[in-house]
T-cell receptor
Framework: DTEVTQTPKHLVMGMTNKKSLKCEQH?????MYWYKQKAKKPPELMFV???????INESVPSRFSPECPNSSLLNLHLHALQPEDSALYLC???????????????FGPGTRLTVL | SQQGEEDPQALSIQEGENATMNCSYK?????LQWYRQNSGRGLVHLIL?????REKHSGRLRVTLDTSKKSSSLLITASRAADTASYFC?????????FGKGTMLLVSP
């Protein structure tokens, strides 16, 4: 299984809602990532989990809260978002978290988030 | 920032023609990768070239890397309508990928 799955595919939420994005991989990868992508822009790294521990937080606002319950799952909890947070949220995984790794990243299809 | 800059931003060609996209970056890298993204969907890894490699081939794809100029190119030969997508270069430093701005390729039948 070389697939990264993400749910839901689409999400519309109000600024007072709490919602969660989910990501799953069964490739035995030990690094998982959250990216945010605005229209016609490149993906921007938000968080990196390495061996289930948060290793990189790219100064993401606290209204985004990542969680890695186990080596196959990655969640992104959303609370009190702003309309400018509307974007495609991509999850990815790779075999090796870092160092002199030559690993590619496998991406999920993304969750299209709209904040009203 | 070691963000890559792709050139051109948009490219429109006919089926059967070759498409060349260029990428420049700013700092030293571990490797450089190219990804494809169909409209509004996830990215698909195409090819990876290590910092000590100069050229790599995969099917209809040819990638070159010039670390002295901090640049790379992606050539897609004999393009097909299905190649229509955005193409991103991504540079790998120690632990993360940084994506360039991308080239939107349109291949017309």
């Amino acid at each position: 299984d070389t697939e990264v799955t993400q749910t839901p595919k689409h999400l519309v939420m109000g600024m007072t809602n709490k919602k969660s994005l989910k990501c799953e991989q069964h490739m035995g990868h030990r690094a998982m990532y959250w990216y945010k992508q605005k229209a016609k822009k490149p993906p921007e790294l938000m968080f990196v989990y390495s061996y289930e521990k948060l290793s990189i937080n790219e100064s993401v606002p606290s209204r985004f809260s990542p969680e890695c319950p186990n080596s196959s799952l990655l969640n992104l909890h959303l609370h009190a978002l702003q309309p400018e947070d509307s974007a495609l949220y991509l999850c990815a995984s790779s075999q090796d978290p870092g160092g002199l790794s030559y690993n590619e990243q496998f991406f999920g299809p993304g969750t299209r988030l709209t904040v009203l | 920032s070691q963000q890559g800059e792709e050139d051109p931003q948009a490219l429109s060609i006919q089926e059967g023609e070759n498409a060349t996209m260029n990428c420049s970056y700013k700092t030293s890298i571990n490797n450089l990768q190219w990804y494809r993204q169909n409209s509004g969907r996830g990215l698909v890894h195409l090819i990876l070239i290590r910092s000590n490699e100069r050229e790599k081939h995969s099917g209809r794809l040819r990638v070159t890397l010039d670390t002295s100029k901090k640049s790379s190119s992606l050539l897609i030969t004999a393009s097909r309508a299905a190649d229509t997508a955005s193409y991103f270069c991504a540079t790998r430093g120690y632990s993360t990928l940084t994506f360039g701005k991308g080239t939107m390729l349109l291949v017309s039948p």
